[in-house]
């Protein structure tokens, strides 16, 4: 009997469930969306007369923070949902959310630290802006070492939930500083920049043309199909692991 | 339905946050003329000339005309002999005026002022920009007056005022001294505050900025200095060179790549390393039943 559910169960793995329609959808206008906003950033955007070329990372560096936003905002929705209701879908979301978030923030931090070497004249600078996230990457990596570290499942994910929303807080301390902080040199392209931004330029309808497109795409289309992406890869996972240990347990 | 709700709520809030920002910021008609090798500001109220890569500003009022351009010159005065030639001020000149260099935070500058005939005198600023030089030149064609753009180092730094470099100037073109006691008037202009001295014969504006002095100096028939100093200061304040930093943005753009790769990578690889432990029970299962 327990022979043949499994041999059901890895037939049923093994010809994964096909895309759902929206993820197809989603997965080439994303492409498309990278591609395109790539093109608009690289040869609609204007040069910056006083940063040179460099500028155009601009319209990368700031949409992977937002990007980064979604995908962290949606692992503190996802564990949330998972502590209320005790469903693993909740819990693959939230690690959907991590892992890709953290690959945006990578691109937002080292974007930022490759602009600021012609600008600033250094790669690093401990800047409030710049230590908020470094330490923004670090609680999520320590988010999914965690992960690999614990081996209970309920256990993992239950505190890995909690861990996941108050980790938020380092997206929101690093979104806000520069407003709060004066000592800040990291500029700010809509409102005013602090007194001591260096680096700074105008969001000017040429800067928004071109960045209104990349900030769509990376703050809404981008996450949510890698995320949905990454949560099937999970669930996936989590049925091989079921099988495994049926297999074990015959 | 939930995600395709979230998703469009969040292009919704981001489109109506960009657009409102969009419609706050000022529109890019920025005031300066650009060029592949560098960017001044247009001078306002004077008649732009400019042609190519060279920016030049004329204002018929003083016969005076400030010119940036770019040459291929192996030392800074025939850089701006070769300069002013392009303008049409034909050579030879005859040994500069004044010739002296001075530390500014771009580099290092060579002022010359060449009398170029009888009229018309040429103060010049040079500094080498990669193989070639950048020259800013003010030349004025007044028969009646004879004026003079000169950037010193300060002598005395703890003098707030631009008085020595002043008098310094005076000594070299008029023959006259700016006594210790004489009392300098406060002009503000826009590009900062100048300290004048009014003689009779000879009028200066001088101006302190970091270590140096702008000084403008007139002497003959005077007339209207301060906006010429005030146009001429502008254009060398306002000088930059767009850096060239394309390597880094490609650095940039392949991090950014490399990174989406991996995470890309790693999802196929994880799918493969799924699909081949599926294959992997189904075989064991097929040897057990």
């Known amino acids: 009997m327990a022979s043949t559910e499994n041999a059901q169960l890895a037939a049923g793995l093994l010809q994964a469930r096909p895309q759902p329609r929206l993820l197809r959808l989603l997965t080439v206008l994303t492409a498309l969306g990278f591609a395109g906003t790539l093109a608009l950033a690289l040869f609609a955007a204007g040069t910056d007369i006083q940063q040179g070329e460099i500028q155009r990372i601009f319209y990368i560096h700031m949409p992977s923070f937002f990007g980064a936003f979604t995908a962290f905002g949606l692992t503190v929705l996802g564990g949330a949902l998972y502590l209320a209701r005790r469903e693993t879908k909740w819990d693959h979301m939230a690690l959907a959310g991590a892992e890709v978030g953290l690959a945006f923030a990578l691109i937002n931090l080292l974007t930022g630290a490759i602009w600021a070497r012609p600008i600033w004249n250094t790669w690093w600078t401990w800047d409030p802006r710049l230590t908020s996230a470094a330490v923004m990457c670090l609680t999520y990596a320590a988010y999914l070492l965690l992960r690999a570290g614990i081996e209970d499942e309920e256990r993992k994910r239950s505190f890995l939930a909690v861990y996941g929303i108050f980790a938020f807080v380092t997206v929101l301390i690093t ?39 990349s900030m769509l795409l990376w703050l809404t289309v981008m996450p949510i199909t890698l995320m949905w992406h990454r949560a099937r890869l999970e669930r996936r996972m989590d049925r091989l692991n079921q099988l495994k240990m049926r297999v074990l347990d015959d | 339905m939930t995600l395709a709700r979230l998703l469009l709520a969040l292009a919704a809030a981001a489109f109506i946050a960009f657009t409102a920002a969009a419609q706050a910021t000022p529109e890019d008609s920025l005031p300066y003329f650009q060029s592949p090798g560098f960017n001044v ?57 004044y010739s002296g260099k001075v530390n500014l935070a771009d580099g290092t500058w060579t002022n010359i002022v060449y009398a170029i005939d009888q009229e018309r005198t040429a103060s010049a ?165």
């Open chain 2, 41 to 97: 500001p247009r001078l306002q109220n004077w008649e732009e000339q400019s042609s190519g890569e060279n920016a030049q500003f004329y204002l018929a009022a003083a016969s005076a005309t400030i010119r940036t351009a770019l040459v291929s010159a192996t030392e800074a005065p025939a850089a701006v002999e070769a300069a002013l030639a392009a303008g049409g001020f034909p050579q030879p000149f005859d040994a500069p005026l």
């Open chain 1, 175 to 213: 979104l806000f500083i520069i407003r709060i902080v004066p000592e800040t040199i990291h500029p700010v392209i809509i409102g005013a920049s602090p007194q001591n931004a260096q680096g700074s330029f105008e969001a000017t309808s040429g800067v928004v043309l071109a960045l209104l497109p």
């Open chain 2, 125 to 289: 600023m040079a500094r080498r920009a990669g193989d070639r030089f950048v020259v800013i030149s003010f030349v004025e064609e007044d028969p009646a007056a004879r004026t003079v753009m000169l950037t010193l180092p300060r002598a005395d730094e703890e003098t707030a005022s631009a008085a020595p470099e002043i008098s310094a100037a005076l000594a070299q073109f008029a023959d006259a001294e700016l006594a210790a006691d004489a009392a300098l008037e406060t002009v503000p202009l826009p590009s900062g505050s100048w300290s004048a001295y009014r003689g009779a014969d000879a009028q200066a504006l001088g101006m302190v900025f970091g270590n140096d002095s702008y000084v403008a100096l007139q002497t003959g028939t005077l007339g209207e200095l301060a906006p010429l100093a005030d146009a001429y200061n502008r254009t060398l304040l306002g000088f930059f060179i767009t850096p060239d930093n394309s390597a880094f943005l490609a650095l940039g753009l392949a991090t950014v790549f490399l990174i989406l790769g991996t995470l890309l990578l790693s999802f196929w690889w994880r799918a493969r390393g799924i699909r081949q432990d599926f294959a992997l029970l189904q075989a064991l299962e097929r040897e057990d039943g």
